[in-house]
């Protein structure tokens, strides 16, 4: 059972330009499973997921995990990783 949808003014900028353009959304949603289908993309967050639950993370929510530029892996805050890019 789908859940119930959010009330309009509720929700986030973005979250109504898709709402009030389904062509939009459609496209959004049809490029968005393109690039996760990309085997890069799988096998990063196969490296991302591995040292989750490594770390005791899995499942729980908690802090993101972070590709660094010498291609380590280290937790970090949500916030602070969507700063990074």
């Not at 459609?26 to 393109?34: C, N, V």
Request: hydrophobic share 25%; glycine share 8%; proline share 5%.
């Amino acid at each position: 059972m789908a859940r119930e949808r959010m009330p309009y003014d509720s929700l986030s900028r973005t979250a109504k330009f898709y709402r009030d353009k389904p062509a939009a959304d459609e496209k959004h949603k049809k490029t968005s499973l393109a690039a996760a289908k990309k085997p890069a993309r799988k096998k990063k967050n196969a490296e991302t997921r591995a040292y989750r639950r490594a770390n005791g993370l899995e499942g729980k929510g908690g802090p993101d995990v972070h590709h660094t530029s010498n291609g380590k892996l280290k937790i970090m805050s949500a916030s602070k990783n969507r700063r990074i890019g």
